[in-house]
């Protein structure tokens, strides 16, 4: 049997392994599943079709799971999924996901949600990911592995955040944000690449070369977006340590829509 504070109501039909424990005043509602070495603090709310995976510390006053911020929602049994190893702090809101999104806001594996993180319908969310304090994402929001948003930080819906990619406290993203690139600023302009991020991550100085390559062909060249993408795919010949790291920035690229485009650098607009 899981441990459970005499305070709280966990539904009988709820799965919860034997090694969870929750605190006082917590509601777990009949659709939950939570794996093993999760721990739900006090005074959380777990509804809706909610699996979580193992090893996961959800915070006090969390709710996940619940009906998305949707008025086309019509009471669906759309899901919210959490993977492995994720701290959740405290008064983090995730929603579940909606029809016209595919069903699912899906959480990966080893991220951290400081407190006040907002995750709304249908949001994809990689693994290692840091979210600061009071980070909010729009609906249907993908965000890549790596990925650290400052405090404050503001996503509107249907954008892209690549991998390692990073965002200053109180930026305002109305644009996808390219893998590796440091942004700031209301509305979010590029500053430069994720360089640190990358050392601590073991990436070599040849690899981190290319990073910033690249950042320069998008950025420092003036160059349509078209022709930085060529430029992009001539830094790997002849270096195949860095092919990994080209292809994963051209196949983001690939993915941007003239109607969002990428977040631009306030030296220049990128077309």
């Not at 991998?163 to 996808?176: E, I, N």
């Not at 981190?208 to 078209?226: F, G, P």
Request: hydrophobic share 40%; glycine share 10%; net charge neutral.
């Amino acid at each position: 049997m899981a441990t459970i504070h005499t305070t709280a109501l966990v539904d009988p039909a709820a799965q919860l392994d034997a090694s969870v424990t929750v605190g006082p005043y917590t509601l777990i509602g009949p659709n939950v599943v939570i794996g093993a070495g999760s721990t739900v603090g006090s005074h959380c709310t777990i509804e809706g079709h909610t699996t979580i995976g193992q090893n996961n510390h959800i915070h006090s006053y969390s709710s996940l799971g619940a009906a998305p911020q949707d008025k086309k929602y019509a009471g669906e049994p759309t899901r919210l999924v959490i993977g492995n190893g994720n701290t959740i702090r405290e008064f983090c809101t995730f929603n579940a996901g909606t029809v016209n999104g595919g069903g699912v806001t899906q959480v990966g594996d080893d991220n951290l949600f400081m407190a006040y993180v907002h995750l709304a319908h249908d949001c994809q969310i990689g693994s290692h990911t840091i979210f600061a304090n009071n980070s909010q994402l729009a609906g249907h929001v993908v965000v890549g592995d790596w990925v650290i948003l400052g405090g404050f930080t503001v996503v509107r819906q249907f954008l892209r955040l690549g991998a390692h990619s990073f965002t200053a406290m109180c930026t305002l993203l109305f644009a996808d944000l390219p893998p590796y690139v440091t942004c700031q600023g209301q509305p979010a302009a590029a500053r430069t690449v994720n360089a640190e991020g990358l050392r601590r991550r073991g990436y070599s100085p040849a690899r981190i070369a290319a990073v910033r390559a690249m950042h320069k062909a998008l950025y420092r060249e003036n160059l349509t977006l078209e022709a930085s993408k060529e430029r992009i795919l001539q830094i790997a010949k002849d270096k195949p340590e860095v092919q990994a790291d080209v292809d994963m920035m051209l196949d983001f690229l690939s993915g941007v829509s003239p109607k969002v485009g990428i977040v631009r650098s306030r030296r220049r607009s990128v077309d």
